[in-house]
């Protein structure tokens, strides 16, 4: 059964910036953050750690960076699918702007994971864009502007609500999610507070002076905004 996200979400990016034992460390402080707040927590694990992140947390759910969409058989360095699922992921990017894709790839990825009950986290680089892969409904989608990405400035509101408008139009059972830029737990809280169903973040948490404690307040502040936003707006 595909895992199901519960709203508000947390996701956090590892890329290449730690690997190995520190992938699992940081992995072990996410999943303590996201018991002690009761949040679904997204982590996107490099394919090396995927098992040892998985086989070792209770409350993340493992995404893979990417997946090729073959079956099993040839294809010497495509990455599997399945192989994936087995090592403990339940869900994979389409479409990051640091691996782009086509329409056509996007389509048949989440065709893919669809297959095999792996959620679909889709990134797109403008509203446009984020419109046309809601059409093809995978779970999440992270309309994050690629010039914002790793650059300590975060999306302004206005396109933080319109982004979410328009995803929604198209397909209301799509999470959208804000991302691009974020570096902070009170970004994190504005962000959610103002109708983001999820936050995530990568770079603001690996060049932070402390990534551990980023992570800690990052994903606290995803609980209190809700939790506000429930008070104050009667969500």
């Known amino acids: 059964m595909k895992p199901v996200i519960r709203v508000p979400f947390f996701e956090i990016g590892i890329k290449n910036y730690i690997f190995g034992d520190q ?105 446009m864009e984020a419109q046309a892969i809601a059409q093809l409904h995978p779970d999440v989608i992270n309309p994050e502007p690629s010039e914002l990405i790793g650059s300590g400035n975060a999306s302004d509101m206005s396109y933080v609500l319109e982004s979410i408008q328009r995803v929604k139009a198209i397909d209301p059972n799509i999470l959208v999610e804000q991302a691009a830029g974020i570096s902070s737990g009170k970004q994190v809280y504005e962000f959610i507070y103002a109708g983001a169903e999820g936050a995530g973040a990568a770079s603001g948490i690996f060049n932070a002076p402390d990534p551990l404690l980023m992570v800690e307040e990052m994903i606290k502040s995803v609980r209190e905004a809700f939790t506000d936003r429930i008070k104050d707006k009667g969500e």
């Open 23 to 127: 992938v699992l460390e940081l992995a072990k402080v996410a999943d303590a953050a996201a018991k002690r707040y009761d949040i679904d927590v997204l982590m996107i694990t490099p394919y090396t750690e995927i098992r040892r992140v998985a086989e070792n947390t209770d409350r993340l759910i493992v995404l893979a960076p990417y997946m090729d969409t073959l079956h099993p058989g040839r294809g010497l360095a495509d990455v599997l699918p399945e192989a994936l699922y087995a090592a403990g992921a339940r869900g994979v990017v389409v479409n990051h702007c640091e691996r782009p894709m086509t329409l056509p790839a996007i389509k048949r990825t989440i065709e893919r994971a669809n297959e095999l009950n792996m959620l679909s986290f889709a990134c797109a680089d403008t509203l």
